[in-house]
């Protein structure tokens, strides 16, 4: 009878370690009594079943970062939708000579929808995740994934979130009666910053400077500056722990804003190891991306997709929903002053 021929060390590795793993994930079911222990060492167990060399970095990149900012579109979409049937509600009742029920105006509508704008930009931009500054893509080029398709859907929503929190903090301004103006009243201080920020990225993807997003850093950093002295004004003025929980949250979210950027974000401009990756385009163009789904910039660019992603998009979604509960309540108390 002729020989059969050897397997071939790494299959016969990954087939053992395959069944090895399986049998000891149904062992342990049998033999644990601990739900949390038993959850850990089946994780543990069937890791090799689908762990790559970066299998941790595509299971977030492809499921975990993409659920997280669709969630939140999902989220935002339902505030904006309960916040638009009260607005309706209120014009029906206004229109029929009845005083409304509900106290909510225009700005409730612009805090949701620029909520749901941004949350959609974020999911996105999860699921074409690309890295502008070195024309890079993880997915495989096209018309929707490309640095200038990226960078037109981040101009939209980074616009809108900006336009929420300052709808916000004017509209809380006033429930809370606070005399002197704060930042965010201020239009020009408002939309100026974002527009210099969003004009400084457009030309780093355009003319291939990365280095024009060390620029837009510092803009943001300023604006979260404003936001951060403006948050501070709100909570010093908070009587309800809802509103001294959301303000005091969202001072925390600017100060870690300025924070990101100055300590993680722009010093990879400055060090050496960073130059290649982080500043320097690899190859792709502003209209079509190089793929390469195991560049180490992903790992290195993985607190800034982590971030802006799961933890802007949800941020956003808060700020919504901290206003339908507590930024409705101010038009009872300031009639004239209400902006709707």
Not at 165 to 193: E, G, N, V
Request: proline share 5%.
């Amino acid at each position: 009878m002729p020989a059969m021929p050897a397997m071939p060390a790494s299959q016969e590795s990954d087939t053992c370690s395959g069944s090895v793993s399986k049998a000891s994930a149904f062992e342990l079911i049998e033999g644990s009594d601990d739900l949390l222990l038993l959850l850990a060492k089946v994780v543990r167990a069937s890791w090799p079943l689908w762990g790559a060399q970066h299998g941790w970095l595509d299971l977030l990149f492809d499921v975990v970062l993409p659920l997280a900012a669709g969630m939140a579109l999902l989220a935002s979409g339902l505030l904006a939708a309960r916040q638009a049937a009260r607005f309706l509600e209120r014009q029906c009742r206004a229109s029929c000579g009845r005083r409304p029920r509900w106290r909510f105006g225009r700005k409730g509508l612009v805090v949701s929808v620029c909520s749901m704008l941004f949350a959609g930009s974020c999911f996105y931009r999860s699921v074409h995740v690309a890295d502008e500054g070195a024309m890079l893509c993880r997915g495989a080029p096209s018309a929707y994934n490309a640095p200038v398709s990226g960078r037109l859907v981040a101009t939209l929503g980074e616009i809108a979130l900006v336009a929420q929190i300052a709808a916000y903090l004017d509209d809380t301004a006033l429930r809370l009666k606070i005399p002197r103006q704060l930042w965010a009243t201020r239009k020009r201080w408002t939309y100026a910053p974002v527009l210099l920020a969003e004009g400084l990225s457009w030309s780093g993807v355009l003319l291939g400077e990365p280095r024009f997003f060390c620029c837009e850093y510092v803009v943001w950093m300023l604006m979260a500056g404003t936001w951060a002295w403006d948050s501070a004004e709100l909570l010093h003025k908070s009587a309800c722990w809802r509103d001294s929980l959301g303000h005091a949250s969202l001072l925390a979210a600017s100060a870690g804003l300025c924070f990101f950027n100055a300590c993680i974000e722009i010093p990879h401009f400055f060090l050496q190891e960073g130059v290649a990756s982080a500043t320097t385009p690899l190859g792709g163009s502003a209209f079509r991306c190089l793929q390469d789904a195991y560049s180490p910039v992903w790992l290195k660019r993985l607190p800034f997709f982590v971030t802006y992603m799961f933890g802007c998009s949800w941020s956003s979604v808060a700020i919504s929903y901290h206003y339908l509960l507590r930024g409705s309540r101010k038009t009872r108390r300031h009639p004239a002053a209400a902006s709707g």
